[in-house]
């Protein structure tokens, strides 16, 4: 097998029941490397059982995050870099493409489509999912925030990249697929939430921070109080997320829930 140039880097902490599946389907890839946060259950027996390379993350608060501190620390062999998390796992289709694309010179980076899947069953609508997660490290990085005096998650889940010159798209879609239990879902998203919360009132406060279009529409319903409501309509009318069954309803619901909060936790801060 004729592998790819592409160093594929898998951020991780406890994640035995996702990560056997998404490292299977990684084997085209010249070089993996999983980056984990301290787990203990069998996450670091079961990469290096895979043949992939282990980096111990510790977080001291400050920047670099986990992302950033792989791109900075570990031995990379190849300048195009692929993130994922243990619950993405990629198709023959989508290696495929990257093996092509990445021959490319005109472009530095692409954004990564999801299909994603929620209670077990694939959702083929409601709003999508893509991040521009596959990049030249000569040419990109994660921005970085402001965050060391009140973030609590080690790892950029809702920094972007900031990338040079021009960014394509992979058409074929990697799938998002937790094998965890409903529980870690929402205590995950309760920690997002309160990241969110934070950042926001970062943001109002006079950061300089540069806001992609969607994240302004965000920030900006956010300060209207409409988001939760505005997404629930968007999800699960305009996008037809009710053809999705009692799946696409739970999760319009959770991620509605999930802004109102963000805007529960915004009120409480600015009491404090």
Same mark, same amino acid.
């Given at each position: 097998?004729?592998?790819?140039?592409?160093?594929?880097?898998?951020?991780?902490?406890?994640?035995?029941?996702?990560?056997?599946?998404?490292?299977?389907?990684?084997?085209?890839?010249?070089?993996?490397?999983?980056?984990?946060?301290?787990?203990?259950?069998?996450?670091?027996?079961?990469?290096?059982?895979?043949?992939?390379?282990?980096?111990?993350?510790?977080?001291?608060?400050?920047?670099?995050?986990?992302?950033?501190?792989?791109?900075?620390?570990?031995?990379?062999?190849?300048?195009?870099?692929?993130?994922?998390?243990?619950?993405?796992? @990629?198709?023959? $289709?989508? %290696?495929?493409?990257?093996?092509? !694309?990445? +021959? #490319?010179?005109?472009?530095?980076?692409?954004?990564?489509?999801?299909?994603?899947?929620?209670?077990?069953?694939?959702?083929?609508?409601?709003?999508?999912?893509?991040?521009?997660?596959?990049?030249?490290?000569?040419?990109?990085?994660?921005?970085?925030?402001?965050?060391?005096?009140?973030?609590?998650?080690?790892?950029?889940?809702?920094?972007?990249?900031?990338?040079?010159?021009?960014?394509? @798209?992979?058409? $074929?879609? %990697?799938?998002?697929?937790?094998? !965890?239990? +409903? #529980?870690?879902?929402?205590?995950?998203?309760?920690?997002?939430?309160?990241?969110?919360?934070?950042?926001?009132?970062?943001?109002?406060?006079?950061?300089?921070?540069?806001?992609?279009?969607?994240?302004?529409?965000?920030?900006?319903?956010?300060?209207?109080?409409?988001?939760?409501?505005?997404?629930?309509?968007?999800?699960?009318?305009?996008?037809?997320?009710?053809?999705?069954?009692?799946?696409?309803?739970?999760?319009?619901?959770?991620?509605?829930?999930?802004?109102?909060?963000?805007?529960?936790?915004?009120?409480?801060?600015?009491?404090?």
């Amino acid at each position: 097998m004729i592998k790819i140039p592409v160093t594929v880097i898998v951020s991780v902490k406890n994640e035995e029941l996702n990560l056997p599946s998404c490292l299977d389907k990684l084997v085209r890839f010249d070089q993996i490397i999983v980056v984990d946060s301290g787990s203990t259950d069998k996450t670091k027996d079961i990469a290096i059982s895979k043949g992939a390379e282990v980096l111990q993350f510790e977080w001291n608060g400050r920047f670099p995050k986990k992302r950033n501190w792989a791109l900075q620390n570990a031995t990379i062999k190849y300048d195009w870099v692929l993130f994922l998390d243990a619950d993405e796992f @990629v198709t023959d $289709a989508f %290696v495929d493409e990257i093996a092509l !694309k990445t +021959l #490319d010179p005109s472009f530095n980076g692409y954004t990564i489509q999801f299909e994603n899947f929620f209670m077990g069953k694939q959702l083929r609508y409601g709003y999508g999912f893509k991040k521009s997660a596959l990049f030249k490290r000569s040419k990109g990085a994660y921005e970085k925030i402001d965050e060391d005096l009140w973030s609590h998650l080690d790892m950029e889940v809702h920094e972007h990249p900031i990338i040079e010159g021009n960014v394509g @798209v992979i058409e $074929a879609k %990697v799938a998002h697929k937790d094998f !965890k239990d +409903l #529980d870690h879902y929402i205590a995950k998203h309760n920690a997002y939430s309160s990241w969110e919360a934070q950042r926001f009132l970062q943001l109002k406060s006079g950061s300089n921070q540069q806001l992609s279009f969607n994240q302004k529409i965000k920030y900006g319903l956010l300060t209207t109080g409409l988001l939760p409501a505005v997404y629930f309509l968007g999800a699960y009318f305009l996008k037809l997320g009710f053809l999705d069954g009692r799946e696409g309803f739970y999760l319009a619901r959770f991620k509605s829930h999930y802004f109102f909060q963000i805007q529960t936790k915004v009120a409480l801060l600015k009491r404090k």
